[in-house]
């Protein structure tokens, strides 16, 4: 069975500082890897992915995330933090089989202070 | 409209009674999945729809809860006999997944059910 784990209900972190947000998956086989953000108010979207390739994945707002299979991580990260990125964040994993679902985790609240 | 439209907005029943919940998913999307989410907490996976194979009803918590689906269009979520338990926020999406290969999910607003 799949699943996906958020160790931290919340991160604090100063502007302008670095940013990191854990993910930890368990998976058959090979994972497809995300990151979504939730802002207050509106819809889910789309951070961005890992299929395969370049450990280090490049998302949208400045976000990237790097995958580790040994560590079967794939932790969200940004070298500096703008207030603007406060908001919820939910990493989410599915097997490379086609009749996989795509399950989240429980989510981290990240809160940027000035 | 150009992305996933959920209907009702919001929505609020009493105990006991039936809700059916809209998704109208983005035109091509074979995949679609619906989510519960709980005030202030994650997303629970509720089932997921691929093209015409029979869906994954894995995560529906009771015989409550069902959904149709017709083609690789609109799907409605029907819970009947509510309970306050059930009060959240159905969120649909969709995705143009296919075969091995994935997609991000687009989501919907959200359908905010509230039980009394």
């Known amino acids: 069975a799949q699943s996906v784990a958020q160790p931290e209900d919340q991160v604090n972190v100063a502007e302008g500082n670095p940013l990191t947000v854990k993910c930890t998956y368990s998976?058959?086989?090979?994972?497809?890897l995300f990151w979504y953000v939730q802002y207050p108010n509106r819809g889910l979207q789309f951070l961005l992915k890992?299929?395969?390739?370049?450990?280090l994945v490049k998302g949208s707002y400045g976000f990237e995330a790097e995958f580790n299979k040994s560590q079967t991580s794939f932790h969200l990260k940004k070298p500096s933090a703008l207030v603007s990125d406060s908001a919820l964040y939910f990493c989410?994993?599915?097997?490379?089989?086609?009749?996989?679902?795509?399950?989240f985790g429980s989510g981290t609240r990240l809160s940027i202070r000035p | 409209g150009a992305g996933v439209s959920q209907s009702p907005s919001n929505k609020v029943t009493e105990k006991g009674k039936d809700v059916e919940l809209r998704c109208d998913p983005i035109?091509?999307?074979?995949?679609l999945y619906w989510y519960r989410q709980r005030l202030g907490q994650g997303l629970e996976f509720l089932i997921y729809?691929?093209?015409?194979?029979?869906?994954?009803k894995s995560g529906l918590p009771s015989d409550r809860f069902s959904a149709e689906r017709t083609g690789e269009s609109v799907s409605t979520l029907t819970i009947q006999r509510t309970q306050q338990e059930d009060s959240a926020v159905y969120l649909c999406?969709?995705?143009?997944?296919?075969?091995?290969?994935?997609?991000?999910?687009?989501f919907g607003e959200g359908s905010r059910l509230t039980v009394l």
């Open positions: 989410a994993v599915r097997s490379y089989s086609s009749a996989s679902k795509i399950i």
């Open positions: 729809f691929q093209g015409n194979s029979a869906p994954d």
């Open positions: 890992y299929i395969t390739g370049d450990n």
């Open positions: 999406a969709s995705s143009p997944q296919r075969g091995g290969n994935t997609g991000e999910l687009f």
């Open positions: 998976v058959s086989g090979n994972p497809y």
């Open positions: 035109s091509g999307h074979t995949a």
